[in-house]
């Protein structure tokens, strides 16, 4: 077993299709799609490195050379290529500790532009882990009244998700894909586990449910994996990094044709555009036009 010190371990899930997002990610993997200035994969990497010293890890399977090229270039620990079919959430988590990585792993998302406060959440858990009967798995929660199916008794801890296991009684509130998982937790996830949810539920069964983190039910959190989840994403980077939400977005490398006028909206390579056209609520791309209304306080 390799001996990697006890640095926390950090994996940004990036193996899905990016369905919802095609033909834009018919060529690039959701995760490398740019979000005004960055891909959202090195946005994630940004906020996991401010925690400190980490060990930073991703996931792969669609276009998977192209996250590991990417990966080599940010400087991640690894990219655990999953081929020939994704090993779904507790499949990762499962490889990474069977490959001897210990020191705890924080899961967050390569979809989800999201603004939490990742140290405060990662020494909660750790904390409260470390007490007796702790739990060893914390999941950060929002408010999203659309899937709010996580059930949360009094105790803090999930009891259930509506439509799956466990009780539908309780505080209702959204998982937000960001978790934290002790040693201990990671040492119970079975070889062939796929669904994380399984796991949970195994946990709540051994009387060691995970707790659930509803401090910031608030925060910015947006599914970029629709388009227009994309523009969100796009309006909120440009507020955080002081600009005009309704700014046109260009990639870079697109040449735009003389007497161009843009207006909230992203343009990306390989879209079509003619000579003095207006372009106005759109994200634009090979293949595609794709409508996203500008939202009333944008207006």
Partial sequence: ??????????????????????????????????????????????????????????????????????????GFEKVWVETPEILGTAGPLRRIYAAGYRGGLLIMNGDAYCSFDLHAFV??????????????????????????????????????????????????????????YSDEALSRIREGEFDIREFWKQEIARGCAPFVDMTQLNATWIDMGSPEGLMSAVEARLKELGRDPNEAVVVPGVKLPAGVKIRHSVIYAGA?????????????????????????EQA
């Fill in 1 to 74: 077993m390799m001996r990697t010190g006890e640095k926390l371990n950090v994996l940004i899930l990036a193996a899905g299709l990016g369905t919802r997002l095609r033909p834009l990610t018919s060529e690039i993997p959701k995760p490398l799609v740019r979000v005004c200035d960055k891909s959202i994969l090195e946005i994630q990497m940004e906020r996991a490195k401010a925690l400190g010293d980490v060990r930073l890890h991703a996931n792969a399977h669609y276009l998977a050379d192209q996250i590991v090229s990417e990966g080599e270039r940010l």
């Fill in 123 to 180: 020494q909660n858990a750790q904390a409260l882990a470390a007490q007796p009967n702790g739990p060893q798995v914390a999941l950060l929660a929002v408010d999203f009244p659309k899937v709010n199916t996580f059930r949360v008794g009094t105790d803090g801890r999930l009891a259930g998700v509506a439509g799956r296991f466990g009780s539908e009684e309780g505080m209702s509130a959204t998982f937000s894909g960001v978790s934290w």
């Fill in 272 to 296: 079509e555009i003619a000579e003095g056209e207006m372009i106005e609520n759109e994200i634009r791309g090979k293949g595609f036009k794709w409508i996203v209304p500008c939202h009333p």
